[in-house]
Every structure is written in structure tokens, then in C-alpha cells.
């Protein structure tokens, strides 16, 4: 969607002059400007468009930032379906949440079934230290998982309040009842830990 003034305070790749153009746009042009060798594709669509599921499909693994949770279940969904990986990066105010979702491991679903109350009435204030702290956790899993190297927090939710620094990190099981993984056969290939790249 367009840029907002308030996105700037988290938003590192926007500028202050792009304001009420394509996000999407923007942070590729700046990303271009600091990796000139990299190739950067853009889809500016909406997470409910039919051709992003073939998307999805075609990535190595996904992350998650949306702030509400209609959303967030879709992109579950989606990654599920492709068994296509998925870091989810959750932020509020003062609090991150993360969680990976591969192979046999809960997903967010499981975790969330009924989303969380306690975040959606707030809007979404954010940090743009606590944007960070999460983006930089969020970046670490993906290494993780499609380099091979280390272990991906699969099973975990790491919940941290970083104003007083509360940091946990608490053991998550898979929901044998769960409507979006529940009835699904987990696929020993989706943790993508040895290296291999769907391109």
C-alpha cells in the first residue's frame, strides 16, 4: 500500500519524500541503491490476490510483518499449502513475538487460533527500535533456514517485552484439531535445512 508518514519511524527503507507512493516501490529502489548486484522483484498486490498463493509457491521461505490477523492466517495458509516455510515477526508498542513455522511444527494457527484480542484494539504503534530488534531476529531465522546452518527455532515462541526487557521463550506443540494444519501430513523437505533453494 501507500506510504504513510507514521511508517517512517519503522519503516527503514522509506523516505520522508515517497510519502503516499507504493511501499513496495520504494524500498526496492532503495535497496537497489545499497546492493547495486542484487536483483530485487517486486508484486505489490493484495495478500488476498489469486496469484499469490503461485508466489509463495516459488519462494525458499516467507516472512510474515502484517499487523492483523485475517492476514497473517492467510499468509499461514498459503505457506502451508506450498510447505514453503514461514517466519512469523509480530510487533506491538513495546512487544515482539516469533515464531517459525516448518516441517512438522506448530503453525501460527496453532499457536493463535483465535488470533490475539489483546494487540488488534491498540491500531499498531510500534517502536522503531522494537521494528528492528524483531526485523534482525526475523533475518536470522531465514539464514537459518536456507543455509542449513544452526537450528531454526521450530517449536518455540519467543515473546519479549523490550521495555523492561522480558525475555521467554516458550516450547509450542502442533494442534492435531488445528482448521488450517490439523489434517495435513507433514512433509520432512519443508524445514529447507539443507541449503536447497526452490530457483
Not at 1 to 21: A, C, V
Not at 182 to 196: E, H, I, N
Request: net charge negative.
Amino acid at each position: 500500500g501507500p506510504l504513510e508518514k507514521p511508517d517512517l519511524n519503522r519503516q527503514t527503507l522509506m523516505r520522508p519524500d515517497r510519502i503516499g507512493e507504493s511501499r513496495v516501490v520504494t524500498a526496492a529502489e532503495t535497496l537497489g541503491l545499497h546492493y547495486p548486484d542484487v536483483v530485487v522483484e517486486t508484486w505489490d498486490r493484495d495478500l488476498f490476490d489469486p496469484v499469490l498463493p503461485g508466489l509463495v509457491a516459488a519462494a525458499d521461505v516467507v516472512i510474515d510483518a502484517r499487523h492483523n490477523f485475517p492476514e497473517r492466517f492467510q499468509i499461514n495458509r498459503m505457506c502451508l499449502d506450498a510447505e514453503v516455510p514461514l517466519v512469523v515477526a509480530a510487533m506491538n508498542a513495546t512487544e515482539i513475538q516469533l515464531l517459525t513455522v516448518a516441517g512438522d511444527g506448530p503453525c501460527l494457527r496453532c499457536v493463535f487460533a483465535e488470533g490475539d484480542p489483546d494487540w488488534d484494539p491498540l491500531g499498531f504503534p510500534v517502536f522503531g527500535a522494537v521494528a528492528g530488534t524483531v526485523g534482525c531476529l526475523a533475518a536470522m531465522e531465514v539464514i537459518k533456514l536456507v543455509s542449513g546452518f544452526g537450528e531454526p527455532a521450530v517449536g518455540r515462541l519467543l515473546v519479549a517485552d523490550l521495555w523492561d526487557l522480558d525475555v521467554r521463550t516458550l516450547s509450542v506443540a502442533r494442534d492435531p484439531a488445528c482448521v488450517d494444519c490439523g489434517f495435513r501430513r507433514p512433509s520432512a523437505g519443508a524445514t529447507r535445512l539443507d541449503g536447497a533453494s526452490r530457483r
